[in-house]
Every structure is written in structure tokens, then in C-alpha cells.
């Protein structure tokens, strides 16, 4: 059984939420028993993998000890930037552990989820360093991260905004907006996936990478489209199912391809991950740089923040070489696009005229398709 995938799990998935539904309508709290429908969930979607039973639960045991060892040392002693290094580091141990197994033949640490549940764990830590966090209870820090809509893919939500709906009690009205919200969700989410994805796929299938350029374009074309349906349908079903367990959890995608830029691509395509990256890799670096004065304007700070920041992203993704060009090369259009906009006159003069948005369009989502070209792996097989 796989995380929506098969009737196996879609069956499981409509018996636990039908007692969330009950409690939502009846105005009962959802949140305690979202902790249980999702322990429910994982121990019966990791069955058949013991292992990776085995390292989740180590997991647990190894994050929630180094969590509620930080949070009162934090309190205690301030902001001591050694304790929230090494705290920030440890908590990147197994994903980290994880990575290295990818390029070695060692197995060293790996379950489903273990990269989406460290990017949660992070920023719990980080926050706390910031003083934004202060408190945290042990059962909502466990719903936060076993969350089982979101557990194996995201989208990635932020601890404090769960919290307040894991403890929230909605009247009868507020959860019938938000149950027809998440079967609105669902139900597209549905089509995408199992509709519209498979059909991308057989095209796809049609296309020939390494048969020239204009074959190669159109593979990255099939394979972007076929990667918007498959995985928006996953976070669309994952939001649904989250909305009738009572959490509101982010969207991922909007209009992707509607995008008029490079930077506007990523405030649309995987948004949780893109503003996760933004917020705490990107933000912090340009900011230390800044006050280290590292760089010799604030725009080629910048700079090197979107290369760090995507080669970060592609590593995150893999550390194979197709992952890691994906990275860069987005880096570079994103650093590009900063120094255009801020630099150029042209662009200034024209960035409101309806026939430069059009221009703007297509050139974005053809560099777009490119990427998804060097993402797929195709060009290297």
C-alpha cells in the first residue's frame, strides 16, 4: 500500500475520516484524533517494510528528544548561536545519513517521508532559536509530523499554523465550508492524478529525448505537464483529506504555468518547499551576508543566495548530477532575472505592456520546460 494509491488505501483513508467528519460536525476537537487516524495510517502503509518501521520510530525518538532538550535550554540561556547550530545540525543527521546512502551502497538511514519530516523538525528548530517558539506539546509535536495527508510528500506546513487547528473547534458551520472545501480538493485532485497525469504520461511515452532539439524540447514539455498533474493531484488530495481532519494545510501549486517570470514560477509551482527555501536558507543567508558584508551590493548578495538556495534544492531532491544541474541551472535564471529587473531600463519601460507580459509568458515557460528536461534525467541515461 502506497500513500494515495490504490483502493487498498483509499478505502483505509474514507474509514478514518468518517469519525473526523462525525466529530467535525458534532463541533468536537479533530485533533487528537488525527494523532490516532495517522499512526493508524503509517504502521498500516509501512507494514510490509519493517525496517523502515524500525528507523521512523528511531526517528521519533531521536527528534522529539533533541526538541524538548532545545526548547528549555533556549528559554534558559538565550539565543546561544553554538547551541542552536548543533541543535539545527543533529536534527539534519538522518536525512543527511540518508543522502550519503544515495551515493554510497551503504543503507544507512531511510523511511518514506524521512525529507519532508526533517524540513517540519527545522524549522520547530529554528523558530525556537528566532524566539518565535517557546512552548510545544509533545502530542502536537508528534500530529505535526506524522500528519498522514502530508506525511510522505507534503505539502510542507509550518508547526505554529498546525497547532492552532490541531486545538481549534469548529462550529457545525465552519466545517461544513471547510468538508466541502476538501472534497472539492479531493475530487480534483482525483481527476489530476489518475485522469489527466496518465494521459501526459502515454504522450510522454511518444517523445524522444536524445532525437534533437526540437524532440528534446517537447520531452521536457510532456514531462512537465505530466509532473503538474501527478504531483498537484497528490498535494490536491492530501489538502482535501487534511481539511476533513480539521487542518487547513497549504496549498502547493497555482497556476504554474501562468507564470510571467522565473521568480513567479516559484511563488506558484511547489510553493510550501519554494517558500520554506526562501524563508529559511535564502532570507538568512542574504541577511548575514549583508551584515558580514560578504558581497558588494545587495543585488549580487542576492545572487548568490538564489544559486546557493537552488543548489540546496537540487541536492535536497538528490545528489545526482541531473539534480544537481536542475538546481543550478534555476539559480542561475533566478539571479539572472533579479539583475534583469532591477538593472535593465527596458524591462522598466515596458513590464505593464500587455504584448511584453505575452513575450515575458512564453520565454518563462520555455525555460521552465527546459528545466523539467534536465530534472527528468533523460538527457543523462
Known sequence: MSFFSGVPFFTLMTLLLLPALFLGLRGKAIGPYGLFASLVMILTVLAGTPLQLAWLGAYLLWESLLVFLYIPLRQKKGPVPWHYALALFLSLIPLLLMKWSEVTTLSLFSFLGLSYLTFRVAQIIIETYDGVISSLSLPAFWAFLLFFPTFSAGPIDRSRRFEEDFRRRYTREEYLTLLGDGLEQLLIGL???????????????????????????????????????????????????????????????????????????????????????????????????????????????????????????????????????????????????????????????????????????????????????????????
Request: aromatic letters at 22%; one cysteine or more.
Open 191 to 381: 481527476v489530476y492524478k489518475f485522469v489527466l497525469s496518465p494521459l501526459a504520461f502515454r504522450l510522454l511515452s511518444l517523445c524522444q529525448p536524445k532525437g534533437g532539439l526540437l524532440l528534446a524540447l517537447a520531452y521536457g514539455w510532456c514531462y512537465g505537464i505530466y509532473m503538474f498533474f501527478d504531483f498537484a493531484g497528490y498535494s490536491r488530495m492530501a489538502v482535501g483529506c487534511a481539511y476533513i481532519l480539521g487542518v487547513r494545510t497549504p496549498g502547493n501549486f497555482h497556476l504554474p504555468f501562468l507564470s510571467r517570470d522565473m521568480k513567479d514560477f516559484w511563488n506558484r509551482w511547489h510553493i510550501t518547499l519554494s517558500h520554506w527555501f526562501r524563508d529559511y536558507l535564502f532570507s538568512r543567508f542574504l541577511m548575514g551576508g549583508i551584515k558580514g558584508k560578504w558581497f558588494k551590493s545587495r543585488l549580487s548578495g542576492a545572487c548568490w543566495a538564489f544559486l546557493l538556495n537552488m543548489l540546496v534544492m537540487g541536492a535536497w531532491h538528490g545528489l545526482t548530477l541531473y539534480y544537481l544541474l536542475y538546481g543550478l541551472y534555476h539559480g542561475v535564471l533566478l539571479a539572472a532575472t533579479e539583475v534583469y529587473q532591477k538593472k535593465c531600463s527596458f524591462y522598466k519601460k515596458y513590464r505593464n505592456c500587455t504584448w511584453y507580459g505575452l513575450l515575458s509568458w512564453f520565454v518563462t515557460l520555455n525555460l521552465v520546460m527546459v528545466g523539467f528536461l534536465i530534472f527528468s534525467g533523460a538527457l543523462f541515461t
